[in-house]
Each structure stands twice: as C-alpha cells, then as structure tokens.
C-alpha cells in the first residue's frame, strides 16, 4: 500500500472521506441524473439517451430549450417567486416564535430543559400527513380555531391584508398556507437556537450590566450578535425544505398559492414530462444552493475569526 493511499485510509482521511463520498453518492450523483434528464429529448413514455454510438461514432446530444421556455413563460417565474416569498414568510415567523421560546429554554433550570425539549420533539412522535390533515379541519368553517379567529375578528383583518380570500374562508388561503408550514418546520428553527444559546458565556452579560448596559441593549448587543450562527442553521433548516414543499400547499393552500412543489408534481405525472419536471428541478436545486454557500460562507469567515 503506497503512502496515499495510507494517509487516505487513516483516522483523518476517512473523517474526512466519509461525508465527501456520502454527498457524492445521495446528492451529487442524483443531481447529475435529474439533469440529464433535463437535457434529454422526451419519446413517448421515454427518454432518448444523450450520449449515443452510431457506427462508431460517440454522438453527445443535449437539448436546453427547457432552460429557455423557463425563462419565457411567466408561470414558472411567479411560481418560483411564490415559492421563496411563503419560504421567506414561514422563515420570519419561525424565528420570531421560535427566539423568544428557544431563549426561554437556554435560561431555564437545568432540571426543565429535558422536559421542554421534549416538548419541541413532540410533534415528530406523530404523522406529519396526521398533523397537516389536522389543520385542515382546525381551520375549516367549523372548526374551533376557525370560529376563535371569526369571534375576535382577525378574519376581517386578513380578509383586508389579502391573506384570505373573504371573511371566513379560512382555508385554501395563504393564511393557512404558512400557518401550516410554520407550525411543521418551527422545531426546525428553535433546536438550533437552543443548542448556540445554550452555550452561550453568560459572564458577557454580566460584563455588558457592568459596563452599563441595560437587558435590552445587552440582549441586542451581546446576545442575538453571538447567536447569529443559530439564526442562521435555523433559518437554512427551514427555509429549503419550504421551497420545495408540496404535501402542504396541496392540503392547505389554494389555485392562488401555487408553489414549485406542486408544478414538478404536475409535470412529472400529470403531464408525464420528465425532460421538464427535471429542468424545473434543477432551477430549484440551484436556488436553494445560493443561500447554502451564504451560510457555508459565513461558518468559514466564523471559524477563521475565532483563530
């Protein structure tokens, strides 16, 4: 065995080589798949392969006209936009509900943490298509958080803001679009913040009340500044799932809140066009890796700050 392949099979090289070779083989390799397929030309139920030998003659035919009829038709362009706008929406609420109560838990009593933790890991003990079916009828005309938001009047109030489509209607709505998903992916957000508040010196508040800083201004200035690699993971957890989302918008959204999840669906077994299916794919996976190398970027530039 030569010297690199003995410094590949070390303690090192495999801590290193296992996570390469598991993204090389359930992501990469897919990726590269999907988009073939995306380049292929389509026949009938089947597609044509893009690399062909003809009397020995290695031909490469690649079609991108999916590429461009994306670009082209405004469908996919709003449909793209409504995707990373309730991704967007969802994130936001999930921070703003998941801050307050993943702090909470960072400063409660050792002994209470494990309970409360447990509490965020709850949901996951039961179906997520249960609990998504659940919504659905909490939010119907009859349902009892239906009837409480019409007996304070907050239906009138969304009505008016656009986030329902009339007094009452409740469902099939972005309202219930976005509840939906923030409810489902809010543990997503608070188990990241917990784990970088936990951790967290509290000497630099008492530092920063010594100094004379009020709780608020230390909270600001000390706090959400050390934080900001949770918010961040927090908000990667939940905002790429979201993109890409489907079994919600089809349960709770309606016509007006199409998202990217529900056209691949569409394209891949209404239309039976997989060229097209992919190619939406593809864009997909290449707007969600924008954000990834933000945050990969940000851990970098933190991990070098701290040498």
């Known amino acids: 065995m030569t010297k690199a392949l003995r410094r590949l099979f070390s303690g090192r090289g495999a801590v290193v080589g296992l996570p390469y ?22 026949e009938a ?21 999916n590429y461009v009829f994306i670009t082209q038709d405004a469908l996919y362009f709003k449909t793209y936009l409504a995707s990373l706008k309730y991704a967007a929406a969802t994130t936001l609420l999930c921070l703003a509900i998941g801050y307050p109560f993943a702090y909470f838990m960072a400063r409660a009593r050792a002994t209470v943490q494990p309970a409360l ?23 119907a005309e009859d349902g009892w958080v239906a009837e409480a938001l019409i007996a304070i009047g907050a239906d ?20 219930s679009l976005v509840l939906g998903m923030t409810y489902t992916y809010l543990p997503f957000m608070v188990l990241p ?26 909270f600001w200035k000390v706090t959400v500044p050390l934080s900001k690699a949770g918010i961040i993971a927090g908000s990667m957890l939940v905002f790429i799932p979201c993109v890409g989302e489907f079994v919600i918008p089809e349960l709770l959204g309606g016509p007006e809140t199409l998202m990217i999840g529900r056209v691949i669906w569409d394209e891949f077994f209404s239309n039976n066009d997989w060229p097209m299916a992919s190619t939406v794919a593809v864009v997909m996976i290449l707007l969600i890796i924008v954000p990834l190398a933000v945050f990969n970027k940000y ?7 701290r040498r």
């Open 45 to 65: 139920v089947t597609f044509k392969d893009v690399l062909t030998l003809k009397e020995g003659v290695l031909q490469l035919t690649v079609k991108f006209g």
């Open 117 to 139: 933790l447990m509490l965020v890991m709850l949901p996951f003990w039961t179906s997520f298509l249960l609990r998504v079916y659940a919504w659905r009828g909490l939010l």
């Open 156 to 175: 009138q109030a969304m009505a008016a803001l656009g986030l329902i489509a009339a007094p009452g209607k409740l469902l099939h709505s972005p309202f």
């Open 21 to 42: 070779a598991f993204l090389l083989l359930f992501f990469l390799l897919p990726f590269f798949i999907v988009f073939k397929i995306s380049v292929s030309e389509m």
């Open 193 to 218: 913040l917990y784990g970088n508040l936990a951790k967290m010196d509290l000497r630099l508040l008492e530092a920063a009340a010594d100094l004379g800083a009020t709780p608020w201004v230390a």
């Open 299 to 305: 851990q970098a530039e933190a991990q070098e700050a």
